[in-house]
């Protein structure tokens, strides 16, 4: 069975197993994020590599008599967590570049108003025109718009999908005032002038806590896994005496399980400090704990091997 039968064989399994709407949202969060797959076969992607990986982990923990129930745990979280982190960062950047562009084009709409075109036959205009994620919920929303649906409902799910709390207030501002029959023109300018100070202070936020960022990344990455690696080699050291106890040989495990608890509160604290928001730090939890882990276990298994050479 080749590859993409056996993909289309699993993908079929999911469809029945798993409940539509499950998948049409995950297919919607893929959408969103600029990976057009199809739900059911991203999954049965993860599904094989997970099992491919499982078994490479076997072998790996056959040769160096390694831990196996570490290294299927890592095979089962590696591929779901690769996709997470993948999700994750191109929703950001496609939520970043929408961000970018909606001051030009909010100045871009009202410069369309005051020449008297109205604020439906302005966004169309500018769907024609415009490229990017911000410009293709425009065009989405105006074929909705063309199809029938309520003006005020397109444009609330079209912001929704977004996912920026800034157009979104900024809409719901735009929306109250066509109801309220205000200078539509004036508020979008003054709105775009907004938008344009918060993004450049959020650029200058940023890079005022990049020694932070390094600090944390060292310390999580460097300076823990070499620490707590030497207690592998001091319980190699210990067993070799002849005076290894159950303490001394779980230590190097607990070791082991705090590098990884610190490395995903180390993301977590970056992603605080760089967006203000704990859950945006979750994209950094995969690369930290590997590294780390990485770092640990080279030390804590071959740092005697240093030393005495």
Same mark, same amino acid.
């Given at each position: 069975?080749?590859?993409?039968?056996?993909?289309?064989?699993?993908?079929?399994?999911?469809?029945?197993?798993?409940?539509?709407?499950? /998948?049409?949202?995950?297919?919607?969060? &893929?959408? +969103?994020?600029?990976? =057009?797959?199809? $739900?059911? #076969?991203? %999954?049965?992607?993860?599904?094989?590599?997970?099992?491919?990986?499982?078994?490479?982990?076997?072998?790996?923990?056959?040769?160096?008599?390694?831990?196996?129930?570490?290294?299927?745990?890592?095979?089962?979280?590696?591929?779901?967590?690769?996709?997470?982190?993948?999700?994750?960062?191109?929703?950001?950047?496609?939520?970043?570049?929408?961000?970018?562009?909606?001051?030009?084009? /909010?100045?871009?709409?009202?410069?369309? &108003?005051? +020449?008297?075109?109205? =604020?439906?036959? $302005?966004? #169309?205009? %500018?769907?024609?025109?415009?490229?990017?994620?911000?410009?293709?919920?425009?065009?989405?929303?105006?074929?909705?718009?063309?199809?029938?649906?309520?003006?005020?409902?397109?444009?609330?799910?079209?912001?929704?999908?977004?996912?920026?709390?800034?157009?979104?207030?900024?809409?719901?501002?735009?929306?109250?005032?066509?109801?309220?029959?205000?200078?539509?023109?004036?508020?979008?300018?003054?709105?775009?002038?907004?938008?344009?100070?918060?993004?450049?202070?959020?650029?200058?936020?940023?890079?005022?806590?990049?020694?932070?960022?390094?600090?944390?990344?060292?310390?999580?990455?460097?300076?823990?896994?070499?620490?707590?690696?030497?207690?592998?080699?001091?319980?190699?050291?210990?067993?070799?005496?002849?005076?290894?106890?159950?303490?001394?040989?779980?230590?190097?495990?607990?070791?082991?399980?705090?590098?990884?608890?610190?490395?995903?509160?180390?993301?977590?604290?970056?992603?605080?400090?760089?967006?203000?928001?704990?859950?945006?730090?979750?994209?950094?939890?995969?690369?930290?704990?590997?590294?780390?882990?990485?770092?640990?276990?080279?030390?804590?298994?071959?740092?005697?091997?240093?030393?005495?050479?």
């Amino acid at each position: 069975m080749e590859s993409n039968e056996l993909i289309i064989f699993i993908s079929a399994f999911i469809e029945k197993r798993i409940p539509e709407k499950y /998948l049409t949202n995950f297919q919607e969060i &893929l959408l +969103v994020s600029g990976i =057009f797959t199809v $739900a059911s #076969e991203l %999954l049965a992607i993860i599904i094989i590599a997970i099992i491919i990986l499982s078994f490479l982990s076997l072998l790996f923990s056959i040769l160096f008599s390694f831990n196996i129930f570490l290294c299927v745990l890592f095979a089962f979280f590696i591929p779901p967590g690769i996709l997470i982190g993948v999700i994750i960062i191109k929703s950001e950047k496609r939520s970043e570049k929408i961000e970018n562009a909606s001051p030009d084009f /909010l100045r871009q709409l009202a410069s369309m &108003l005051r +020449v008297g075109l109205s =604020f439906e036959n $302005a966004m #169309e205009d %500018l769907s024609r025109y415009g490229s990017g994620p911000l410009y293709d919920e425009i065009k989405r929303a105006v074929i909705e718009i063309k199809m029938g649906r309520e003006f005020n409902e397109s444009i609330i799910a079209m912001v929704k999908r977004l996912k920026s709390k800034n157009l979104e207030r900024t809409f719901k501002i735009i929306l109250e005032a066509r109801k309220s029959g205000g200078s539509l023109a004036d508020i979008i300018d003054d709105i775009s002038n907004d938008l344009r100070a918060i993004i450049m202070l959020k650029r200058e936020r940023r890079s005022s806590v990049m020694m932070a960022v390094m600090f944390l990344v060292i310390s999580a990455v460097i300076a823990a896994p070499f620490a707590l690696g030497m207690t592998g080699i001091y319980s190699s050291f210990m067993t070799s005496l002849g005076k290894g106890s159950e303490l001394v040989e779980t230590s190097n495990i607990a070791a082991g399980a705090y590098i990884i608890i610190h490395s995903i509160l180390a993301s977590l604290i970056i992603g605080l400090v760089m967006y203000g928001d704990f859950k945006k730090g979750i994209k950094f939890s995969i690369p930290l704990t590997i590294s780390a882990y990485g770092v640990f276990y080279i030390v804590s298994n071959f740092g005697s091997a240093f030393l005495n050479f």
